[in-house]
């Protein structure tokens, strides 16, 4: 059983920055595809960021420009880098494996105070 295991969220002000840890208890390049989603409050969750085992990246429009995913397989471990945070993105934010996504962490608030 794969155990996602997310860190870094917390409250920051408008224009701040987080960066999330997802800690992942496999191989990651055996998982295959890593990603983000987030759910904000009363609202379904979506996609923020996706990478591949390939080095490809995948974002959602609203966060491009200011959000970096990355991954350290050696470690197995995935990095979400949230520049110019904005109220709208606050949210729980969740690590997940596989794409579509099959494991889920249990996710991070984020929350940004305007």
């Known amino acids: 059983q794969v155990q996602l295991v997310e860190s870094g969220g917390g409250l920051v002000q408008a224009g701040g920055s987080l960066r999330l840890s997802c800690a992942a208890s496999?191989?990651?390049?055996?998982?295959?595809?890593m990603g983000w989603y987030r759910q904000p409050p009363g609202k379904q969750r979506e996609l923020v960021a996706t990478?591949?085992?390939?080095?490809?990246?995948n974002y959602a429009d609203s966060v491009k420009g200011r959000f970096t995913i990355s991954r350290d397989n050696a470690k197995n471990t995935v990095h979400l880098q949230m520049n110019n945070l904005k109220p709208e993105d606050t949210a729980v934010y969740y690590c997940?494996?596989?794409?579509?996504?099959?494991?889920w962490g249990q996710g991070t608030q984020v929350t940004v105070s305007s």
């Open positions: 997940t494996g596989r794409n579509p996504p099959f494991y």
């Open positions: 496999a191989n990651i390049l055996s998982i295959g595809s």
């Open positions: 990478s591949t085992n390939g080095g490809s990246t």
